[in-house]
């Protein structure tokens, strides 16, 4: 490597468990062994990291370490996780929810990183410069109803004996092609 420059590595690991097992320690070796004085930024994408491995301990000794885990639904706390995360892309973009709203759009983004950006992006053309705070009728309209959101919607407006609001999410449903039976 050239001193001053960054280089950025990139391997796919293909085969075995093993194979990626043992290329993962002769990587952590020559991470290990160090480049000198010359500056080397190492990016490694990869689908899932084995915290418990060896090779995440030597990067975390060696690097400074930046780690972005999907979120996940399907484990409990995602929804803290995930409103930290939309607040804070928000604050970018100078968005301020009204705390109902935010937790529907949580609801109906479901954690999906993806998802959030687009939808705060189309909440943010649709706003304009003028306003910058999102309100939950505004997240009802412009944000795609999921199943979850529907869960959530239904349920709050059968609690506040709300039918028209209540068939809303279940015709929106409808109208993207689910079944009613579903």
Do not use: C
Request: glycine residues 8%; without cysteine; hydrophobic residues 40%.
């Amino acid at each position: 490597f050239d001193t001053g420059h960054q280089a950025y590595v990139h391997k796919m690991l293909t085969g075995r468990a093993a194979d990626v097992q043992e290329a993962l320690e002769e990587l952590a070796a020559i991470l290990q062994s160090g480049f000198g004085s010359v500056e080397v930024t190492f990016m490694l994408s990869a689908p899932e990291v084995d915290k418990r491995r060896s090779f995440y301990k030597t990067l975390v000794k060696r690097a400074e370490l930046e780690v972005y885990d999907k979120l996940d639904s399907s484990r409990s706390g995602w929804e803290e996780a995930a409103t930290d995360l939309v607040q804070s892309l928000g604050k970018k973009s100078r968005l301020q929810f009204d705390p109902d709203a935010l937790d529907l759009f949580v609801l109906l983004t479901g954690g999906d990183t993806r998802v959030i950006g687009n939808e705060l992006e189309k909440i943010d053309l649709y706003l304009g410069a003028a306003t910058r705070r999102v309100t939950l009728e505004e997240v009802r309209i412009l944000v795609p109803i999921s199943r979850a959101g529907v869960i959530f919607e239904l349920g709050n407006a059968l609690a506040a004996r709300d039918l028209g609001h209540a068939l809303t999410p279940v015709r929106r449903l409808l109208a993207q092609g689910d079944s009613s039976i579903g």
